[in-house]
């Protein structure tokens, strides 16, 4: 990065905006970063499974298939359950059986904009979780 932009300051803190400049001076921009977790840990995955609005039996009893992997010294990372709880939360639990023929395109994470504009009510917006996100994202309306 070094070669191509300047930077007047390091991302050290995710709510701040830094100015970035080519090294010739030509483009400037400014720029910012932030890492999507719950309370330190997780990513993307965690956050969606906290903010979930809608029954998810399916997805929840995962639990106990992570429970008996466990019995049998098979283990699963934190951040591979909560992609495959998303995943069935997803596919089980917010689809209709109509749209479930069409899992690809309707219940899956491979088109997670068409979840985004058509299937809105399944997150809780208004969760407090996603507070420092929207500040974050709020840097860019200034």
Not at 4 to 16: M, P, V
Not at 33 to 57: A, M, Q
Not at 78 to 90: A, C, G, H, I, R
Request: with cysteine; aromatic share 12%; charged share 30%.
């Amino acid at each position: 990065m070094n070669e191509t932009f300047k930077l007047d300051s390091n991302f050290t803190d995710t709510g701040e905006l830094i100015d970035i400049q080519t090294v010739d001076g030509e483009i400037s921009l400014k720029a910012a970063c932030y890492f999507i977790n719950v309370d330190g840990k997780g990513e993307l995955e965690t956050l969606l499974k906290r903010i979930k609005s809608k029954p998810s039996p399916h997805a929840d009893c995962l639990e106990q298939w992570r429970a008996c992997l466990n019995e049998h010294e098979i283990s699963i990372k934190n951040k591979e359950f909560d992609k495959f709880w998303v995943s069935n939360y997803l596919r089980y639990d917010t689809c209709s059986p109509e749209e479930r023929k069409q899992t690809g395109s309707k219940c899956s994470f491979s088109n997670f904009d068409y979840i985004m504009k058509n299937k809105i009510n399944i997150w809780d917006l208004s969760s407090p979780l996603l507070n420092e996100l929207k500040e974050f994202l709020r840097l860019f309306n200034e």
